[in-house]
């Protein structure tokens, strides 16, 4: 006879499992948390910066084109691309880019799901709730992008090792190539720290996942490689010029400098690092989960998945700590992302573990303490936003400013600082200010501006300082600029009489200093890292 209680409960048994959260659910969520903390703490009114309005130059009807360098690669601009034929709002350009994030890290983390099942959606959480993500969401930076792709090349390069299906397989080459697209040089290292893993796990069955890794990386380096023979005379050529962007750091600890911004700002070397405790506490609290996701034995996809992650970390983080002399946390994103995948394992096997316990008092402890984490996080990311937003905005006040001193008229001008972004909201056409030069500009400016004068252009300079700010800027009209953070800015105006070879125009090269104007930052050559219970204010 059939026991109706048994009869009566089936339906509820499968509605609580039709309604239980999956690995792959949670990566969904995981996706959603992102774009809901990241429009909470961080917002959708952040001012452009320098690198987002050279990609949105290049797309954005009516704008003034600004200089392409060979260190860039045009990924940013396509992704852009929708709202910037709308003539890219901010607020609409802002929720955009979250909305892109969003998606692009539920598609990164998908595959470590299917391999190793809630390690996955764990990291996807770890990855979430991250303040360095949720930062760079809204910004039209490739770091986080090429990031999230990094993610799935690894996790599809994995569930194909496992499964031999060729469309894994075909999914590895597509997410290198959207690396490679967005950020070419990242898809070398990556794919240098996916070839270990790759003859581990396939051994001798390698060679396929080897020649997709390749098919991928060439796919998306092809536009790269089109426009250095286009615009820079070849490939090497182009490479040389990038390489010229950035200077070696052996004269400084790399690793110190990027440990003084564990808890922010985004970018900066300092001849005085710090790290607070809290901050060592956290590094602690990660590695150590990194290491048990690593060394534990009860679950061999989560172990792989552990080592995975740590291998292409290393490889994608190695450039930056070793031959790099920029500091800057979107550097380091890729890295970041992959790393996640360590700390997720361990995060899984410490919930596994209590959950085999049922330590009760033991489970609220360790959950309050992941909810300040978070919490620590988000305030983490609030404050760097607010922190960075008087200095975006400026761009904006002197734009401003200088449009309505321009009254329509062709205009071109000269700045200290963030002129793409001053060109972007005045209209007129920019260059760097080398204040202490004698000609104001510096050797390897695009716009001689005394030859737009002479094309009749009104030039300009923007300058910080007691009238006059430099030596060159003598007897021209200036007039202050009013409510823009940081004050005693002045609009200079070229006087009419100034012939072609009047400042400011191109100077000879071997009357300019390289970099021009000179870096600013301090040395850096002997610091030592410092312990301290807080910042300095």
Known sequence: ??????????????????????????????????????????????????????????????????WFGP?????????????????????LLRLWLVLVSSVALVLAFRPWARFA???????????AVGWVPQYFAVELYPNLLAGLAAVATAGHLVVWCRDRRPRDLAATALALAVVAWLRPAESVWLAFGLTPVLLVLAGRRSLRGLLALAVGGFV???????????????????????????????????????????????????????????????????????????????????RVAALAGLVTAAATATPYLVLNAGVNLRYVLPAMLLATLPVGAGVTTVVAALRRSRARATSVVVLVVALVVVGWQGVLARVNSEQIAPLQARARGLGEALAEQADGAPCAFVSETQWPEIQWHSGCLGEVLHLDAPLLQCHDARRDLAAL?????????????????????????????EDVEDGGWGLYERPADLGPTDPPTIPDPADSPTPCPPSRAPDASDARLELRWDRPA
Do not use: C, K
């Open 453 to 481: 004068a002479e094309d009749g252009h009104r030039v300009f300079a923007l300058a910080r300082g007691r009238p006059p700010a430099g030596e060159g800027l003598a007897g021209w009209d200036v007039r202050p600029v």
């Open 71 to 91: 260190q860039r690669a045009r990924g940013m601009s396509l992704v852009a691309l929708p709202v910037a034929l709308l003539g890219a709002p901010l607020t």
């Open 117 to 127: 099942g809630w390690t996955g959606g764990a990291a996807a959480v770890v990855a």
């Open 1 to 66: 006879m059939t026991d109706v209680r048994a009869v009566a409960s089936r339906p509820s048994r499968e509605r609580r499992r039709r309604r239980t959260v999956t690995p792959l659910g949670l990566v969904t969520l995981a996706g959603l948390l992102f774009g809901v903390l990241t429009v909470v703490t961080v917002g959708l009114d952040r001012e452009l910066r320098w690198d987002e309005v050279t990609y949105l130059a290049q797309v954005t009807p009516g704008q003034t084109d600004v």
């Open 220 to 302: 998306g380096w092809l536009p790269w490689l089109v426009e250095a023979i286009v615009r820079f005379g070849g490939p090497f050529a182009r490479l040389g010029a990038a390489a010229g962007e950035s200077a070696s750091g052996a004269d400084r600890d790399q690793l110190i400098q990027y440990l003084n911004l564990v808890e922010g700002p985004v970018r900066q070397v300092t001849a005085e690092p710090v790290l607070t405790y809290r901050a060592l506490a956290l590094l602690v609290g990660l590695a150590l989960l990194a290491l048990l996701g690593v060394v534990q034995r009860l679950d061999r996809e989560r």
